[in-house]
């Protein structure tokens, strides 16, 4: 049986994004060291999970990204939960690759690579029935740990599964005054436990839970 682990991140008023769902707030306080520290949570997994919606905002970014996080977020399999059908492979990601780094690099950049920088997207796992036996089929599975990514509802529903093993929750020194939150409307409190804190020289705090 493998880890769910959940990675997010959250503002010093526990917001993951604005009134707006806009995240670019995030990106403003990182350093190299808060960076690396996420890249290995990445890099860790034996598959990235996330809703629809960001799937798509993903699968139309990472293939075309050239960052150290590309590799982990390209390489690694998929799986995507819906609450409806849905098939990856008609959505045409790989035609959705940057135009400027494709103008850069030539045609041959989609000749010698799209096909196989999408194919983690594009042969996504699909669960489009109940999340927790979802989770819980995954969960069954021998492998690397499961990296969860998302919304903010993606997460409260994963978080109500009571699934997660470990909640890595990077701090941003920003208050947001509202937004959205993943533990807005729990059913029961959530416990957990501090196993791990971490402070980076931009004022990001990484803080490691398990469940009590």
Not at 133 to 143: D, H, N, P
Request: glycine share 10%; net charge negative.
């Amino acid at each position: 049986m493998r880890k769910l682990i959940m990675k997010m991140s959250i503002s010093i008023d526990g917001f993951v994004a604005d009134v707006n769902g806009e995240t670019g707030w995030m990106f403003k306080s990182g350093d190299d060291h808060s960076r690396a520290w996420v890249l290995n949570i990445c890099a860790s997994a034996g598959i990235h999970i996330m809703g629809r919606k960001t799937f798509e905002v993903m699968a139309s970014y990472w293939p075309a990204a050239t960052s150290p996080f590309a590799g982990a977020m390209n390489d690694i399999p998929k799986a995507v939960f819906t609450r409806r059908g849905y098939n990856p492979t008609v959505k045409g990601f790989s035609n959705k690759l940057n135009a400027k780094q494709s103008s850069e690099q030539g045609d041959d950049f989609f000749n010698r690579e799209g096909d196989l920088l999408n194919s983690s997207w594009t042969d996504a796992r699909v669960f489009d029935g109940d999340l927790l036996s979802g989770i819980q089929e995954l969960k069954a599975e021998s492998g690397r740990p499961i990296v969860a990514h998302g919304g903010a509802e993606f997460m409260r529903s994963l978080i109500e599964t009571g699934l997660i093993d470990e909640y890595h929750l990077i701090t941003h020194p920003i208050a947001l005054g509202a937004g959205l939150s993943i533990f807005d409307g729990l059913s029961k409190p959530c416990e957990l436990k501090l196993v791990d804190a971490q402070v980076f020289p931009g004022g990001v705090i990484a803080h490691t839970y398990c469940p009590e």
